[in-house]
């Protein structure tokens, strides 16, 4: 069985422009979690979504938003790109949320963009 | 934000020798998670321990966790190189709030 698969693994754009990062959770997963991480820091939450709908955001501006499909896989977009946006931006997903002790995650690899 | 923060920040240590890792938190959690991250890919869960239990093993981990003072330490026995990653706890509420990490060199 598959694991959480994330699509670029790497990309490089400039100042002021977009992307769109992908994620596709383990089959049965129903929760999706982002995370950016900054070299040298731990992972910071960004967005988590249950079943398409959003359940946490983290202390990000408006640029960053995301989505959920109706076959759990996400998308994660960043508007206007800054230099400090450049991070490993993980993916995560489980089974559900919001439940004391049930909230064990599983990680793609991420994908790493860099931002000149 | 970090909720919980390692210590130390870095750890060199012998092939077979013990690593400990400390990690301390701000606010009440449910659980208390470990994860390990090989040089920038993806963290994978080590173990978790629930707000009500003081100590859990799994092979060669044993994570302990003292909620009066707010920590949590995990101890990996007679370390390989392979052990070598950093290590991150994450603290638990309604979702995943992860230190800035502890990074383990093991060397053979």
């Known amino acids: 069985d598959a694991g959480v698969t994330q699509s670029p693994t790497h990309l490089i754009k400039t100042r002021g422009q977009h992307v769109t990062l992908r994620c596709s959770p383990i089959?049965?997963?129903?929760?999706v979690s982002w995370y950016q991480q900054v070299l040298g820091q731990g992972p910071q939450f960004i967005f988590q979504?249950?079943?398409?709908?959003?359940?946490g955001r983290g202390n990000f501006p408006d640029r960053f938003s995301a989505r959920q499909f109706p076959n759990y896989s996400s998308e994660l977009n960043v508007n206007a790109l800054l230099l400090g946006d450049s991070a490993l931006y993980l993916c995560?997903?489980?089974?559900?949320?919001?439940?004391?002790?049930?909230?064990?995650?599983?990680f793609g690899a991420g994908s790493r963009l860099t931002v000149l | 934000s970090q909720q919980g923060e390692e210590d130390p920040q870095a750890l060199s240590i012998q092939e077979g020798e013990n690593a400990t890792m400390n990690c301390s938190y701000k606010?009440?959690?449910?659980?208390l998670q470990w994860y390990r991250q090989n040089s920038g890919r993806g963290l994978v869960h080590l173990i978790l321990?629930?707000?009500?239990?003081r100590e859990k093993h799994s092979g060669r981990l044993r994570v302990t966790l003292d909620t009066s003072k707010k920590s949590s330490s995990l101890l990996i026995t007679a370390s390989r190189a392979a052990d070598t990653a950093s290590y991150f706890c994450?603290?638990?509420?309604?979702?995943?709030?992860f230190g800035k990490g502890t990074m383990l060199l093991v060397s053979p």
């Open positions: 606010t009440s959690i449910n659980n």
């Open positions: 979504y249950y079943e398409k709908e959003e359940r």
């Open positions: 089959s049965g997963h129903k929760s």
């Open positions: 321990i629930r707000s009500n239990e």
């Open positions: 994450a603290t638990v509420d309604s979702t995943l709030t």
């Open positions: 995560a997903s489980s089974l559900r949320t919001g439940e004391a002790g049930a909230n064990v995650l599983t």
